[in-house]
T-cell receptor, first 113, second 113 residues
Framework: GAGVSQSPSNKVTEKGKDVELRCDPI?????LYWYRQSLGQGLEFLIY????????KSGLPSDRFSAERTGGSVSTLTIQRTQQEDSAVYLC???????????FGPGTRLLVL | QQQVKQSPQSLIVQKGGISIINCAYE??????FPWYQQFPGKGPALLIA?????SEKKEGRFTISFNKSAKQFSLHIMDSQPGDSATYFC????????????FGTGTRLQVTL
């Protein structure tokens, strides 16, 4: 079956612009996570969805970052007024009901000029 | 505060040798410890995982050793192969499913011929 997909795969934007990153989880997976991977760093948790609600938003670095999930499936991570320090790989993962394993997508590589 | 510390940052091993990567955690509430493998341009993929009720888990050439009292765990790759060249991340999460992962900073492994 299909894995987690993310789009776009690469995004170059200018400082101050808004960007939207999309994640399509594995069908039937109720939990969805966003992580950020900066150069030379580990993966940093951003936000977690269970269904359409987000019980844990503790990792969002600022109010410029927001995310939503609709229909218990697709999720969008929005970064407003992008800054150069937002440049990173944004990874999405999903897990099945009752499952511990998180399955990651290929990521979106964001470059803010 | 880095809750999961990983070492070494990089590792070069000859083909057929043993690769060892170490991690230490601080939060005693963690009770699920997965290792992820990441190839360039790809998302991380689960390699092997362990819970604290066992001291060792082996899957093929990959073994996790776990020391609960020391709050340390390690990944051993036996008979390392060039195809094992990748970045490896340890991670930890708290009890219960759908729990966010806290990652180490990663180890870049290169297996030479």
């Amino acid at each position: 079956g299909a894995g987690v997909s993310q789009s776009p795969s690469n995004k170059v934007t200018e400082k101050g612009k808004d960007v939207e990153l999309r994640c399509d989880p594995i069908s039937g997976h109720t939990a969805l996570y966003w992580y950020r991977q900066s150069l030379g760093q580990g993966l940093e948790f951003l936000i977690y969805f269970q269904g359409n609600s987000a019980p844990d938003k503790s990792g969002l670095p600022s109010d410029r970052f927001s995310a939503e999930r609709t229909g218990g499936s697709v999720s969008t991570l929005t970064i407003q007024r992008t800054q150069q320090e937002d440049s990173a790989v944004y990874l999405c993962a999903s897990s099945s009901p009752g499952g511990e394993t998180q399955y990651f997508g290929p990521g979106t590589r964001l470059l803010v000029l | 505060q880095q809750q999961v510390k990983q070492s070494p940052q990089s590792l070069i091993v000859q083909k057929g040798g043993i690769s060892i990567i170490n991690c230490a955690y601080e939060n005693t509430a963690f009770d699920y410890f997965p290792w992820y493998q990441q190839f360039p341009g790809k998302g991380p993929a689960l390699l092997i995982a362990i819970r604290p009720d066992v001291s060792e888990k082996k899957e093929g050439r990959f073994t996790i050793s776990f020391n609960k009292s020391a709050k340390q765990f390690s990944l051993h790759i036996m008979d390392s192969q060039p195809g094992d060249s990748a970045t490896y991340f340890c991670a930890a999460s708290k009890a219960g499913t759908a729990s966010k992962l806290t990652f180490g900073t990663g180890t870049r492994l290169q297996v030479t011929l």
